[in-house]
């Protein structure tokens, strides 16, 4: 798992070096905590690398906590991290800014250490729930997001097929095995399923298993023939062709240019 990276913004050294102890002690080297004494090279270090959560003061000279996390707001969404302002000032007009721009939360000097900490395991959460929305947004098959909205208005027979699909997507299963779980004849339940999802179930198998391996092919090392096999592929060239078929290009292909892609959106 990535190391995640904290950025602490405060032009006061005391208050800096003080949240930077509390945090290294905290985190017990599974956070980097790395800091700047201005909101320039704040930035200039948000352009070099990838933060995962900013700590920032509200009241700096030429510029302010405020504007930094203003600034984040051009990121893309899942790209953004969250935003934790801390000011010596119990000022509403502050506050009220803050709920603005989205922060994760904002403190008031003297920060007690359960407070802090408390406030950043949140905002670190959230970040990763925004990433993870993020990454699903990216790999969602539109063909399948349709098919989920007609969820309610679906018969019986074909709702709990979907579920059986979704349940055994690590075994190898077709046509035959589904009818007999919902206790219809082959022929009738495919001229159902078809008729109530817009495809076929072979087609909807094959892309509910490409959608799990998607996800683990941008989320994991996994080599590829281990992933076919976790989705039920008997052969990596059976996955090759299939994965192939449906996003046009090979699984290797996908993984590269989707990292790629991510990596390029962070710089």
Same mark, same amino acid.
């Given at each position: 798992?990535?190391?995640?990276?904290?950025?602490?913004?405060?032009?006061?050294?005391?208050t800096?070096?003080?949240?930077?102890?509390?945090l290294?002690?905290?985190?017990?080297?599974?956070?980097?905590?790395v800091?700047?004494?201005?909101?320039?090279?704040?930035?200039?270090?948000?352009?070099?690398?990838?933060?995962?959560?900013?700590?920032?003061?509200?009241?700096?000279?030429?510029i302010?906590?405020?504007?930094?996390a203003?600034?984040?707001?051009e990121?893309?969404?899942a790209?953004?991290?969250?935003?934790?302002?801390?000011s010596?000032?119990?000022e509403?007009?502050?506050?009220?800014?803050?709920?603005?721009?989205?922060?994760?939360?904002? %403190?008031?000097?003297? &920060? =007690? $250490?359960? *407070? +802090?900490?408390?406030a950043? /395991?949140?905002? !670190?959460?959230?970040?990763?729930?925004?990433?993870?929305?993020?990454?699903m947004?990216?790999l969602?098959?539109?063909?399948?997001?349709?098919?989920?909205e007609?969820?309610?208005?679906?018969?019986?027979?074909?709702?709990?097929?979907?579920r059986?699909?979704?349940?055994?997507l690590?075994?190898?299963?077709?046509?035959?095995?589904?009818?007999a779980?919902?206790?219809?004849?082959?022929?009738?339940?495919?001229?159902l399923?078809?008729?109530?999802?817009d495809?076929? %179930?072979?087609?909807? &198998? =094959? $892309?509910? *298993? +490409?959608?799990?391996?998607k /996800?683990?092919? !941008?989320?994991?090392?996994l080599?590829?023939?281990?992933?076919a096999?976790?989705?039920?592929?008997?052969?990596?060239?059976?996955?090759?062709?299939?994965?192939k078929?449906?996003?046009?290009?090979?699984p290797?292909?996908?993984?590269?240019?989707?990292?790629?892609e991510?990596?390029?959106?962070?710089?």
């Open positions: 798992m990535k190391t995640k990276t904290i950025l602490i913004v405060d032009d006061e050294p005391r800096r070096q003080g949240l930077q102890k509390m290294e002690a905290w985190a017990a080297g599974s956070c980097r905590i800091t700047a004494d201005n909101g320039h090279a704040a930035l200039r270090l948000l352009d070099e690398e990838t933060v995962d959560l900013m700590i920032t003061d509200i009241r700096m000279p030429q302010s906590g405020l504007h930094l203003d600034r984040l707001r990121k893309g969404e790209q953004r991290p969250p935003v934790i302002l801390i010596g000032y119990a509403f007009e502050y506050a009220r800014q803050a709920i603005e721009l989205g922060v994760a939360s904002y %403190l008031l000097k003297p &920060i =007690a $250490r359960a *407070k +802090l900490i408390a950043v /395991e949140q905002a !670190l959460e959230a970040g990763e729930e925004r990433q993870r929305i993020g990454l947004r990216r969602a098959d539109p063909e399948l997001v349709a098919a989920g007609k969820e309610e208005t679906l018969r019986d027979p074909v709702r709990a097929a979907v059986y699909v979704d349940e055994h690590e075994t190898t299963f077709g046509l035959k095995e589904v009818a779980c919902v206790h219809l004849n082959p022929s009738y339940f495919s001229v399923f078809k008729e109530q999802m495809m076929t %179930l072979s087609e909807y &198998i =094959a $892309r509910r *298993k +490409l959608q799990r391996a /996800e683990w092919l !941008l989320r994991t090392k080599p590829i023939a281990e992933i096999e976790r989705i039920g592929y008997r052969t990596a060239k059976y996955f090759n062709k299939v994965f078929e449906y996003e046009g290009v090979s290797g292909q996908y993984r590269a240019e989707m990292t790629r991510e990596t390029d959106t962070q710089k």
